[in-house]
């Protein structure tokens, strides 16, 4: 390599670093919650905190995305990723189940998948997945900013967590609430992790005349 080569790859992992620092806001990218498990828990648990607001990001067909696009109707908002061995797709599972059996009040519903992993959760990996559970399931994802963002509005706790024996991969841990959102954008309230669909059904029906 010659100096002058080396210069100017060194001159440009500053350019990146710099760029890095300026999305982030100095911090190193963020990819976990600035908030604990049981704060973020407690938030949402007790009704302590406002829950849900204003997020811009970017779904499966790769448009852009807004809480405005959805007003007008209740929103089952849903947080996790797409690696997510067990929880996750138990939880969508119940959501597209639940859609289901919403006959046809479902028209009333939209859910919304809000990756929590969006270094590989891109619009692609986005556009594979989300129709396994249900074809009216929107996939969101976007910038870590962006989803950090959308997730402490959600007070959603999560986490990359390397994988002891291969620390190049990671899971993600998170909380895993399903948030339901009236169509004015208003959080009415959350179903546990684990909610069957017949009974997010029997909750959701007296919402929708
Ligand atoms: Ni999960």
């Not at 396994?132 to 706790?157: D, M, N, Q």
């Not at 620390?167 to 948030?179: G, I, N, R």
């Amino acid at each position: 390599m010659s100096i002058d080569r080396g210069a100017c790859l060194l001159k440009r992992a500053g350019l990146l670093v710099a760029l890095l620092l300026a999305t982030s806001g100095g911090a190193s990218a963020q990819t976990e919650s600035r908030r604990s498990a049981a704060e973020l828990m407690d938030a949402v648990m007790w009704n302590r905190e406002p829950i849900g607001g204003a997020f811009a990001l970017t779904d499966q067909a790769g448009q852009p995305r807004t809480d405005r696009d959805f007003r007008g109707k209740y929103l089952l908002v849903y947080f996790g990723f797409t690696f997510c061995p067990d929880v996750c797709p138990t939880d969508l599972q119940a959501i597209g189940l639940a859609m289901d059996q919403l006959g046809a009040r479902a028209h009333a519903v939209q859910p919304l998948f809000v990756t929590l992993d969006p270094a590989r959760d891109t619009v692609e990996q986005l556009a594979q997945y989300v129709p396994l559970f249900h074809p009216k399931l929107v996939g969101l994802t976007g910038s870590e900013a962006a989803i950090a963002t959308t997730a402490e509005a959600y007070r959603v706790y999560f986490k990359r967590v390397p994988f002891k024996k291969n620390p190049a991969d990671y899971t993600v841990d998170h909380s895993a609430f399903v948030y339901l959102v009236d169509p004015d954008g208003k959080y009415l309230g959350f179903f546990p992790p684990g909610t069957p669909a017949e009974r997010m059904v029997e909750m959701i029906k007296p919402h929708l005349r």
